[in-house]
């Protein structure tokens, strides 16, 4: 069966440090990976998509960067974070093709101060 | 671009009461997808509707995807304290991204 893991779960990181999350896939072959951030009690907004090693699409202007080294591994960076980065950041996958069924990651909850 | 668009943004429900959310977009959809988010978890799928004027249940809830393909509802009857959460509505048109609603969070009243 296909797993899906997030690391860390929370960070509490000041304000112009670095960040490098990262998820990763096990159990299924060539998915779309897709990181989306959740603040506190709003919506999903896709950051961004991946159908392919280094194949990375953004869907918003941000100072953040996702890369994809590898088939199941997904990162998301930054150089220097800014207080407006909080939230909650949730990696998610779904079958090759179309975007049918997404499988969220358990997320990591990113604090800046 | 496409945009989804959910209401009302918060439900606050008496246990034992009905509730309707609603899912509108602006663009006609290929499917749409219904996701639940407990407090402090993540989105998990609940269902995809595909064809035009499709109903599908999960016991109480009921789901209903419209006959333009460009709205959707999610019904629950008999609220129970677990129906606590965030449902979101998900729409996809041709490519591989999925456009989420903003979400209706859930209270129950016990």
């Known amino acids: 069966s296909q797993t899906i893991h997030q690391w860390p779960a929370t960070l509490v990181q000041p304000v112009g440090s670095p960040l490098s999350l990262e998820c990763t896939v096990e159990?299924?072959?060539?998915?779309?990976l897709y990181w989306y951030r959740q603040a506190a009690g709003r919506g999903l907004q896709l950051l961004f998509y991946s159908i392919g090693i280094d194949q990375i699409s953004s869907e918003v202007p941000q100072n953040l960067s996702a890369s994809r080294p590898q088939d199941r591994q997904f990162i998301l960076s930054s150089k220097k974070l800014l207080l407006s980065d909080s939230g909650f950041y949730l990696c998610?996958?779904?079958?090759?093709?179309?975007?049918?069924?997404?499988?969220f990651g358990p997320g990591t909850r990113l604090t800046v101060l | 671009g496409q945009q989804v668009m959910q209401i009302p943004q918060y439900q606050h429900v008496q246990e034992g009461e009905d509730f309707t959310t609603y899912c509108n977009s602006s663009?006609?959809?290929?499917?749409i997808q219904w996701y639940k988010q407990r407090p402090g978890g993540h989105p998990v799928f609940l269902i995809q509707?595909?064809?035009?004027?499709e109903v599908k249940k999960q016991k109480r809830l009921t789901f209903q995807f419209g006959e333009a393909k460009k709205n959707s509802s999610l019904h629950i009857t008999a609220t129970q304290t677990t129906d606590v959460g965030t449902y979101f509505c998900a729409g996809r048109s041709r490519d591989y991204k999925l456009s989420f609603g903003a979400g209706t969070t859930v209270t129950v009243r016990a």
């Open positions: 159990g299924t072959s060539n998915p779309n």
């Open positions: 998610a996958w779904s079958e090759a093709g179309a975007a049918d069924t997404q499988y």
């Open positions: 663009t006609t959809l290929s499917n």
């Open positions: 509707l595909v064809k035009s004027g």
